[in-house]
C-alpha cells in the first residue's frame, strides 16, 4: 500500500525559507506525476509543483522562482525548497501521487481532478502545515 508522509512544515517569517519533505513508501513502480498541492483557508487547493514521469518539472505561477521542487529516488523522498516566503504562502501543504497512463503530463498534473480517484490511481498525504509571519 501507498503511503505518502510529510514533514518539515511549520512557521516562517516573510522572506524565510522552509523545506518540506515526503517520504514515499510502496511504490512499486514510476508515478505519473509527484506533486505538491496547497490549500489556504477558505480557498481551495490548487497545485504549486510537480514532477512527472519524464522527469519534467512545472511550478504553479505564484511560486515559480522562489519554490523548487527535487526528489530523491534513493530514498524515496520528494522536497519542496521554500524560499522568499510570503503570507501568501500560508497554507496546508500536501504531497500527491497520481497513477495514470502516458508520461510527459507536465502541467497536467498541477491539476487536482487527477488526484481525485481512489487507489491505486492517486495518493495524498496527511499534509504539514505552513505558517508565514511578517
Known amino acids: 500500500q501507498v503511503q505518502l508522509v510529510e514533514s518539515g512544515g511549520g512557521s516562517a517569517q516573510s522572506g524565510g525559507s522552509l523545506t518540506l519533505s515526503c517520504a514515499a513508501s510502496g511504490i512499486t513502480k514510476t508515478a505519473t506525476c509527484m506533486s505538491w498541492f496547497r490549500q489556504a483557508p477558505g480557498k481551495k487547493r490548487e497545485g504549486v509543483a510537480s514532477?512527472?514521469?519524464?522527469?519534467?518539472?512545472v511550478y504553479a505561477d505564484s511560486v515559480k522562482g522562489r519554490f523548487t521542487i527535487s526528489q530523491d529516488n534513493a530514498k524515496n523522498t520528494l522536497y519542496l525548497r521554500m524560499d522568499n516566503l510570503t503570507l501568501e504562502d500560508t497554507a496546508m501543504y500536501y504531497c500527491?501521487?497520481?497513477?495514470?497512463?502516458?508520461?510527459?503530463?507536465?502541467?497536467?498534473?498541477?491539476?487536482?481532478?487527477?488526484?481525485?480517484?481512489?487507489?491505486?490511481?492517486?495518493?495524498w498525504g496527511q499534509g504539514t502545515e505552513v505558517n508565514v509571519s511578517s
Open positions: 514532477i512527472d514521469n519524464d522527469d519534467n518539472i
Open positions: 500527491a501521487a497520481a497513477f495514470s497512463p502516458g508520461s510527459g503530463w507536465g502541467e497536467r498534473c498541477l491539476r487536482p481532478r487527477y488526484y481525485e480517484f481512489a487507489p491505486p490511481f492517486a495518493y
